[in-house]
């Protein structure tokens, strides 16, 4: 008999009532086999198969959970760390090279996180497995929860990591490459979960644009962005590496007046000749498209609302991606999706973050799927590691 893989799922509790009733319809889930455990959200499951299923493939099919992870045991916690190592030993092959990720729920642990995992992983190096921080073949997960420790794997290929690690706890991720702030992640981890292929957009459209994690992630793979947010953006950050233009209306202020405001908050020198002001009243839509030659990130400096009055000028520049970041409702988020959906040809991709500030969430993410509808096929929801009180949905537009 084939013994059935158990997984630990777990949601934020925003998501809850969603993710229930996801793990319910699942085609990989034994649903006899769902339990709620330690009255929060996290669920023990089976798999219908242990064949056809590994963590990855169970992580990637369901659309509300922080991670899903494979579980090999569940142990009593304990403080002691000779212990859980002995267990955890157990369930690891001493030639593979290991590393250790601890995630806390409301464990009788008071340590860190960061410190459990190097004292676990101090303990088996002593019973002669080899730890390998930065390239190990095997990922050791343990989840402390309540009374109990659960311990899952997952190798890790030569070139590539396993997802799973990244989701298990974000903060893992290392910031410098990616971007300019946490936001930079999210865009990434859209691009890289619904496999967007950057090169194929030559132009995108990025709404709710400042401090810029967005636009930066853009530019960096060669993609000329049109950034709308009536905020200031991380202009010093972004003129290191792009060359910038802001274009605002004189009744909000002239250039110079901007330009000094931006010197004041402390834009070195060096980077002016990066950047550059102007009032929008002189463009039209063939400057527009010239200012993409010479500019990497164009930013018109005023709010969704105000920008849709550019509606042709944007849509002249056949964009390929509106990627949405507004701290808004969802109901507000959508229709801005919908309005500005009309600048993108057909076979456009179209990213937005959903924010939810209250619980009742599962009657606004049908809204939105039923409501993007009108305008977009193939649309998918999905909650990445670097969302918070939110979800991220993707389609293409019609
Ligand atoms: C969460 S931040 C976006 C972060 C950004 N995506 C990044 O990568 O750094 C939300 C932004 O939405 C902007 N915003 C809110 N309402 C807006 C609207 N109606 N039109 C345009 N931008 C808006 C705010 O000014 C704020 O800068």
Not at 95 to 103: A, E, R, S
Not at 218 to 227: G, N, T, Y
Not at 283 to 291: F, G, I, S
């Amino acid at each position: 008999m084939v013994a059935l893989a158990q997984y630990l799922a777990i949601c934020d509790k925003r998501f809850f009532k969603s993710a229930i009733a996801e793990l319910r319809k699942s085609e990989l889930v034994d649903t006899g086999s769902i339990k709620r455990i330690y009255d929060r959200e996290v669920f023990l499951v089976n798999s219908k198969d242990n064949q056809k299923t590994n963590p990855d493939l169970a992580l990637e099919d369901f659309e509300f959970f922080d991670f899903v992870v494979k579980i090999d045991k569940a142990i009593v916690f304990s403080k002691n760390y000779a212990e859980i190592a002995k267990s955890v030993s157990e369930a690891v092959d001493k030639g593979k090279k290991f590393k250790i990720y601890v995630k806390k729920y409301e464990s009788e642990s008071a340590e860190r996180a960061k410190d459990i995992e190097v004292a676990i992983g101090t303990e088996m190096e002593r019973m002669g497995f080899l730890a390998d921080l930065k390239k190990p073949e095997i990922a050791i997960f343990l989840v402390f929860l309540g009374d109990k420790i659960f311990i899952g794997k997952s190798a890790v290929g030569e070139l590539e990591r396993p997802k799973i690690i990244d989701w298990f706890r974000p903060s893992n991720v290392d910031d410098k490459d990616i971007g300019l702030n946490r936001a930079s992640f999210k865009i990434a981890e859209a691009f890289n979960y619904f496999k967007v292929n950057p090169s194929k957009i030559k132009v995108a459209i990025d709404i709710g644009a400042a401090p810029g994690g967005w636009s930066y992630y853009l530019a960096s793979k060669d993609i000329k962005v049109i950034a709308i947010d009536n905020a200031l953006m991380d202009y010093e950050t972004l003129c290191e590496k792009f060359k910038v233009i802001v274009i605002s209306k004189i009744s909000r202020g002239s250039a110079e007046s901007i330009q000094n405001t931006i010197i004041g908050n402390g834009l070195k020198d060096v980077h002016r000749k990066n950047l550059s002001v102007s009032n929008i009243e002189i463009h039209q839509a063939q400057t527009m498209a010239d200012l993409l030659k010479s500019y990497d990130i164009v930013q018109i400096k005023a709010p969704a609302e105000e920008a849709e009055k550019y509606m042709a000028y944007l849509k002249a520049l056949h964009p390929g991606l509106l990627a949405i970041d507004i701290n808004v409702k969802p109901k507000y988020g959508i229709e801005t999706a919908k309005k500005f959906s009309q600048a993108l040809d057909p076979e456009g991709i179209i990213i937005t973050t959903l924010k939810f500030a209250t619980m009742d969430t599962a009657g606004t993410i049908s809204y939105a799927k039923n409501s993007m509808e009108d305008v977009a096929n193939a649309i998918k929801i999905k909650k990445l590691p670097h969302n918070r009180k939110e979800l991220t949905l993707f389609a293409y537009k019609k």
